[in-house]
């Protein structure tokens, strides 16, 4: 079983690599252009298509769905997580940018992020053989997991937009910007918050909800497994890619962005589940164990 599962992450770490190829060309992405080191580059994405191949890997094993359900599910969350909720943030902060990224890279990142998800989430399915349906007794049982009344999607909603303001800010200002040290003024020059930001961000904050519902409902066991898989996907799928070295950020803030965003999305992933994964009828019961 070991030796199977090992053979079906290599696979699919070595098809993710030539697909993230692939959809750089077609975007119109020059790698060689955004890489002082092609090979360090290179070597850096190989690892990376590993490891978001093993994290894609775990909810997709562990995955009650199957068929174009699961196939959709997964490419709206490699999409949402590795590209939508990423670029997003670069739109917002791309004034302040753009002497660094070219405002027409941003749209090319779009389309490279919409091919690698369309391509990639049925190889996942498909090698894990969840292409078919299903006949294990998982199917049939009932699911009670994020049902609730619309009272409580409201008050948990605006808790889990809360929650994520305040990690975002927290892990910027006591982790990014300490690990960064000068080198923080002097890529980001007269960066200045707006004072809408916070609303942004808990916006933000919804569409980073919405995204671990599926993967929520979907998996089997106990609720910490759901808990694990959504932290490891927020976490890997938005921070992995600062593993690679690049023209467009320093290393020293590159390497300070990948201990933020990894940290602070594994922590955000694990709340986000605890708070949604089931009906709680108040704000004192979430803290009562739960074993669903």
């Known amino acids: 079983m070991q030796a199977k599962l090992i053979l079906k992450i290599a696979t699919l770490t070595v098809l993710l690599f ?3 190829a692939a959809a750089s060309q077609i975007a119109g992405l020059d790698d060689s ?3 002082a080191d092609p090979t360090g580059a290179a070597l850096g994405l190989l690892f990376v298509c590993f490891l978001v191949s093993t994290v894609i890997s775990y909810p997709v094993i562990r995955s009650r769905w199957s068929g174009w359900k699961l196939v959709v599910t997964i490419c709206a969350v490699i999409f949402g997580i590795q590209t939508f909720l990423t670029q997003i943030e670069t739109i917002v902060f791309l004034e302040h940018l753009v002497d660094i990224i070219e405002p027409a890279t941003v749209s090319k990142l779009f389309v490279q992020g919409a091919i690698i998800a369309v391509l990639f989430a049925p190889l996942v399915v498909l090698v894990h053989g969840k292409i078919r349906k299903s006949s294990e007794p998982e199917q049939d049982e009932p699911n009670v997991r994020l049902v609730m009344p619309i009272k409580q999607w409201i008050w948990k909603l605006l808790l889990v937009g809360v929650i994520y303001f305040i990690i975002y ?5 006591f982790v990014f910007i300490p690990l960064a040290g000068e080198a923080f003024q002097e890529y980001y020059t007269d960066l200045q918050m707006p004072a809408w930001m916070p609303l942004f961000q808990m916006a933000r904050a919804l569409v980073w909800a919405a995204l671990a519902m599926p993967i929520i409902r979907m998996m089997k066991g106990e609720w910490w497994e759901a808990g694990l898989a959504v932290a490891l ?4 799928l938005m921070g992995a890619l600062l593993l690679i070295p690049t023209e467009i950020m320093p290393d020293r803030i590159r390497m300070s962005h990948l201990v933020e965003v990894t940290t602070s999305n594994f922590l955000f992933g694990w709340l986000v589940v605890w708070i949604l994964h089931k009906k ?9 164990k739960t074993n669903s």
């Open 18 to 20: 030539c697909i993230f």
């Open 33 to 35: 252009a955004q890489s």
């Open 280 to 288: 709680h009828n108040s704000f004192w019961e979430l803290f009562q």
């Open 169 to 173: 800010t927290a892990f910027g200002m």
């Open 233 to 236: 996907l927020y976490s890997i």
